[in-house]
């Protein structure tokens, strides 16, 4: 789809997919699509390049404006970029190149940057004997780390817990500062932290007062 972002897009922007506010001036917003993607990819696992750190957040931030609730949590990720900067550290044109042989044309465009990811890792399955060819695998080797919410603000420790990975309760159990400091769950929920984030924390703070 073409999506009108209800707001003016940047020139700059423009110039490197080549969608104007006049393209999409009459196209419909996300919050009006929400429930047509939500229906598409809600048995689907998510793939794609750079994902876990722009496309994903995104997707999460946007169903949240939508107020369309989606369990990010169960999904498994593949992120093609983060195996490729595994292994050889480059931009998507150069691992285009480098897997598959080939120039990538109309890069930045929704169709040709995913039909380039697809053969990308289909080539790095064939190249690599160590990685796995099914989801599981490829979506923990993908994560650099694991972060409860996408913007790696509270992040799992080697005992599964999530910690917060930032400020004067870093690398401390979310549980265990709420409890201590109730406040800090009033001060991030009125921060400019991401809409995902803030709902990771509020459902770790409801299973605390539940159990």
Request: charged residues 30%; negative net charge; aromatic residues 12%.
């Amino acid at each position: 789809w073409l999506v009108n972002p209800e707001m003016p897009i940047p020139p700059e922007t423009t110039a490197i997919h080549g969608i104007s506010d006049e393209k999409v001036a009459n196209e419909p917003t996300f919050k009006q699509l929400a429930h047509r993607i939500h229906d598409m990819i809600k048995d689907a696992d998510l793939a794609g390049y750079n994902s876990n750190k722009f496309d994903i957040p995104m997707l999460a931030e946007e169903f949240l404006r939508a107020d369309q609730d989606f369990d990010f949590s169960k999904k498994r990720a593949v992120d093609v970029q983060n195996i490729f900067h595994k292994k050889e550290q480059r931009t998507l044109s150069a691992a285009y190149r480098f897997y598959c042989d080939k120039v990538l044309e109309d890069a930045h465009t929704a169709e040709a940057d995913t039909l380039a990811t697809y053969e990308i890792l289909k080539s790095q399955l064939d190249r690599y004997e160590d990685l796995e060819n099914n989801v599981d695998f490829l979506a923990d080797y993908s994560n650099r780390f694991r972060a409860a919410d996408f913007a790696g603000f509270i992040i799992l420790n080697e005992e599964n817990v999530e910690c917060f990975s930032f400020g004067k309760y870093k690398n401390q159990a979310v549980e265990d500062v709420l409890e201590r400091d109730p406040g800090y769950y009033g001060w991030i929920q009125n921060a400019e932290f991401p809409l995902y984030t803030k709902k990771i924390l509020t459902t770790i703070k409801l299973r605390k007062l539940q159990a």
